[in-house]
């Protein structure tokens, strides 16, 4: 039995990710990355909270998980 291919049937399930930052560096990257994987093998709602925006330039990383989770994105500003 391969369970990596099993998608839930649950969309009930919320997943949050509480960033430092997602700036530049590999943060971005490695939450991209497991966002990506996630969706690929569960159905699972998204949220995404930055801590802190350290830099607003090298951002390609951090465009594409805004854009796959949409209004779920949030930057706090501390």
């Not at 399930?13 to 590999?26: D, E, N, Q, R, W």
């Not at 971005?28 to 699972?44: C, G, M, N, S």
């Amino acid at each position: 039995m391969n369970n990596n291919r099993i998608k839930s049937t649950n969309s009930n399930y919320k997943i949050c990710f509480l960033a430092p930052h997602l700036s530049t560096g590999g943060m971005p990257a490695f939450l991209l990355k497991r966002i990506q994987t996630l969706l690929k093998y569960t159905e699972v709602e998204i949220f995404v909270v930055e801590w802190c925006n350290y830099s607003p330039t090298f951002i390609v990383q951090k465009e594409q998980i805004k854009k796959i989770v949409g209004d779920n994105f949030l930057t706090l500003e501390v």
